[in-house]
C-alpha cells in the first residue's frame, strides 16, 4: 500500500523520489517536502473526486435510488403543472373580474338611458298635457268671446228692434 502511494506521488511530481534510506540535503529536503506536500494535497483531491464520482455511479446504477429519482421527477412535473394551472386560474380569474366590470359599466349606462328616455317621456307627456290645456282654454276663451259676440248682437238686435218698433 505505502509502496503504491510512492508511485503515485511519483506520478504527480513527474519525478522519481529519492530511495527511502537516502539521505538529502536539508535545502532539498524542504523543498521535496513542499512539493510532497503539494502532491499529495492534488492526489488525495483526486482520490475524493474518483470516490465520488464512483459512488455516483454505483448510486445511478441502484434501483432503489432510480426510483427516487423517477419519483422526483415526477413530483416536480406535477408542481410545474400546478403552478402552471394555478397561474392559468389566476388569468382567468382576473378575466372575469374585468368582464364584470365591463358589465357593471354597461349596465349603468343602460340604467341611465333607460332613466332618460322615461325622464324624456315623461316631459314630452307632460308638454303635451299643457299644450290640451292651452288648447282647452283656447277653445273655452274663444267659445265664451263668441258667446258674448251672440250676446251682444242679439241685445244689439232687440235694441234696433225696439228703435224700429217706437
Known amino acids: 500500500m505505502a509502496f503504491l502511494y510512492r508511485e503515485q506521488m ?33 492526489l488525495t483531491q483526486e482520490k ?12 445511478a446504477q441502484d434501483p432503489v435510488f432510480q426510483m427516487k429519482q423517477a419519483e422526483l421527477q415526477i413530483k416536480q412535473g406535477e ?7 394555478d397561474a392559468m386560474d389566476g388569468a382567468l380569474e382576473q378575466e372575469r373580474l374585468n368582464l364584470d366590470k365591463e358589465k357593471a ?15 324624456e317621456q315623461s316631459e314630452a307627456k307632460k308638454d303635451l298635457e299643457e299644450a290640451k290645456v292651452i288648447i282647452d282654454m283656447a277653445k273655452t276663451v274663444g267659445e265664451e268671446r ?16 225696439d228703435r224700429e218698433d217706437r
Open 79 to 85: 408542481l410545474q403543472r400546478k403552478a402552471a394551472k
Open 48 to 59: 475524493q473526486a474518483n470516490a465520488a464520482q464512483a459512488a455516483a455511479q454505483q448510486q
Open 10 to 42: 511519483e506520478a504527480e511530481l513527474g519525478a522519481p523520489l529519492p530511495a527511502p534510506d537516502e539521505e538529502l540535503p536539508q535545502a532539498l529536503e524542504k523543498r521535496l517536502a513542499g512539493l510532497l506536500a503539494k502532491a499529495g494535497q492534488q
Open 105 to 119: 359599466a354597461t349596465t349603468a349606462t343602460l340604467e341611465a338611458n333607460r332613466i332618460a328616455s322615461q325622464n
Open 146 to 161: 263668441r258667446t258674448r259676440a251672440e250676446s251682444e248682437r242679439d241685445r244689439d238686435e232687440a235694441l234696433r228692434d
